[in-house]
């Protein structure tokens, strides 16, 4: 912004002093034209730089509730796979509710060096704050994660892994762990749809 007002204001001394050589009817002097041929160098440049900054800006997800893992190395998103899920409530002495996923892992994997960041995208920015992200307990042939539990008539929630959410671009969010993930099975939720993952 500042550097495209110079240019404007530049343009605009230049302006003012062909108009007074023009009542003169004296040629353009040598300093003005030097003047505009920097301003034109100028422009070239703001635009190369706007251009090369707009280049490496990672894209942001074009859909709605989807998650995205952005790659740390190439800057990329990769999308997480959903899987269907199944609601589980049983227990003795109080309920536990439950989802239940089919299979022992996910077929999206994550290193576990890396610095988890995922990036999704809301129709309201108030709705960012409900992203959960859960680990899942192996069992068998199926991965299980809590949601709560009901003692009488006390409810207590999981509340998950603790996540930090924060602007990412324009209009989408992104949500990493407040601590390293350590291997295992992971599950990211913002409603209807579980996303998972695995870190290795």
């Known amino acids: 912004m500042r550097g495209n007002r110079a240019i404007v204001r530049l343009f605009k001394v230049i302006r003012i002093l062909r108009y007074r050589n023009q009542e003169e009817r004296t040629p353009v002097t040598v300093p003005v034209r030097r003047m505009f041929q920097l301003a034109v160098v100028i422009a070239l440049s703001l635009s190369i730089c706007k251009a090369q900054t707009g280049g490496n800006k990672p894209p942001e997800p074009e859909s709605i509730g989807v998650f995205f893992y952005l790659d740390p190395a190439t800057q990329t998103l990769k999308r997480l796979p959903t899987e269907p899920f199944k609601r589980h409530s049983g227990g003795f002495g109080s309920i536990t509710q439950s989802v239940k996923v089919e299979g022992n892992a996910s077929s999206f994997s994550v290193a576990g060096s890396d610095k988890a960041t995922f990036v999704f995208k809301v129709f309201k920015d108030e709705e960012a ?12 042939s199926e991965r299980e994660y809590e949601l709560g539990r ?14 930090n959410v924060a602007k990412f671009g324009d209009s989408s969010y992104k949500v990493t762990p407040e601590a390293p993930l350590t291997p295992g099975e992971y599950a990211l ?8 993952f695995a870190v290795k």
Do not use: C, H, I, M
């Not at 009901?150 to 996540?163: A, I, Q």
């Open 129 to 140: 704050a409900r992203v959960k992200l859960y680990q899942f307990t192996v069992k068998g």
């Open 150 to 163: 009901w003692k009488r008539r006390d409810y207590t929630p999981n509340e998950g892994v603790t996540v």
């Open 189 to 196: 939720t913002l409603g209807p749809s579980v996303f998972t």
